[in-house]
């Protein structure tokens, strides 16, 4: 059975930084690609980046591009993703998924999220 919990959510001003952590359990984590996938409210959900199973490819959307940062640790099942320069439109509920090269993963593929708010 797959697991995903996220941690590292939070709120800070524009121009601060996250750091979102994913541990994983049930799959081969390391044969995996993974995502992050975030969702505000209202509207369609969004994948921000996905990365192979080995971490030698990366994707970004082009809205986090030279933001964001994903990384894979496979020795200890975990999925990191660093958020610098972070802006009032990156608030939302960050998704890590099992999965999805620049789309969405399914749904039941995600774990239970982490709220991420950057207020002015």
């Known amino acids: 059975q797959v697991q995903l919990v996220e941690s590292g959510g939070g709120m800070v001003q524009p121009g601060g930084s996250l750091r979102l952590s994913c541990s994983a359990s049930g799959f081969g984590f390391s044969f995996a690609y993974m995502s992050w996938v975030r969702q505000a409210p209202g509207k369609e959900p969004e994948c921000v980046s996905s990365?192979?199973?080995?971490?030698?490819?990366?994707w970004y959307a082009d809205s986090v591009k030279g933001r964001f940062t994903i990384s894979k640790v496979n020795a200890n099942h975990t999925l990191l993703l660093h958020m610098n320069n972070l802006k009032p439109e990156d608030t939302a509920l960050y998704y890590c998924?099992?999965?999805?090269?620049?789309?969405?993963?399914?749904?039941?593929?995600w774990g239970q999220g982490t709220q991420v708010t950057v207020f002015s």
């Open positions: 990365i192979s199973s080995a971490g030698d490819r990366q």
């Open positions: 998924a099992r999965g999805g090269w620049g789309t969405p993963a399914p749904r039941n593929q």
